[in-house]
């Protein structure tokens, strides 16, 4: 079954500091794998997503997320922290055949001003 | 916002209620999933439609179901509320089912007292 793994359920960091956020993944075949970002009380909303090709993937709101193969690894980064960017994040692994998705258990970033 | 409906934002009902969430996919999506997103459970796939038929299952209770109509809208029917149903209730929508981007409702908050 396809899975993900979010290691840390908290990460700190002072705002202008770049930021990174990490998950693994265990799939088999070609990964397809997600960002989703869940702002408190709001729904989820999607930042970026890996299919084919480029290692590195952008996404909304200046996020990127580099896709590692060898480390099975999909980190979420942001160059610059800004305090508006403290939320939930999910990383995320749709299954083979229905595509539901399958979350991590989330991470909570908090950016210190 | 991400086009995605759903109605209500809030639910209050007692034990051994029945409700109904409702879902409106964005213009165009032919396939609706929901998740239920609970502090001791997290985010988790309930069930799927395509284009009016059910195509995968999660850990969906006997007590749930949906069903999703001509017009493509889409409905969370749970009966018989117990205490540990109390969650956020998401709706998410893609184009086609496959490993398209989901975007996500609001979500509806149930509280079963």
């Known amino acids: 079954a396809q899975s993900v793994a979010q290691p840390e359920d908290q990460v700190n960091v002072a705002e202008g500091n770049p930021l990174t956020v990490k998950c693994t993944y265990s799939v088999s075949g070609n990964p397809y794998l997600f960002w989703y970002v869940q702002y408190p009380n709001r729904g989820l909303q999607f930042l970026l997503k890996?299919?084919?090709?480029?290692?590195l993937v952008k996404g909304s709101y200046g996020f990127e997320a580099e896709f590692n193969k060898s480390q099975t690894s999909f980190h979420l980064k942001k160059p610059s922290a800004l305090v508006s960017d403290s939320a939930l994040y999910f990383c995320a692994v749709p299954a083979v055949g229905s595509y539901q998705l399958t979350f991590g258990k989330g991470t909570k970033l908090s950016v210190i001003p | 916002d991400s086009g995605v409906t759903q109605t209500p934002k809030h639910l209050i009902t007692a034990t051994g209620q029945r409700v109904t969430l409702r879902c409106s996919p964005r213009s165009g999506d032919l396939s609706v999933y929901w998740y239920q997103q609970s502090l001791d459970q997290g985010l988790q796939f309930l069930i799927q439609?395509?284009?009016?038929?059910?195509?995968a299952k999660g850990n969906i209770l006997e007590r749930f179901s949906a069903q999703q109509f001509p017009d493509l809208h889409s409905e969370l029917n749970l009966s018989s509320l117990e205490l540990g149903d109390s969650a956020l209730y998401f709706c998410a929508s893609s184009s086609s089912g496959s490993a398209d981007t989901q975007y996500f409702g609001p979500g509806t908050r149930l509280t079963v007292l």
């Open positions: 890996y299919i084919t090709g480029d290692n």
């Open positions: 439609y395509y284009n009016g038929e059910e195509r």
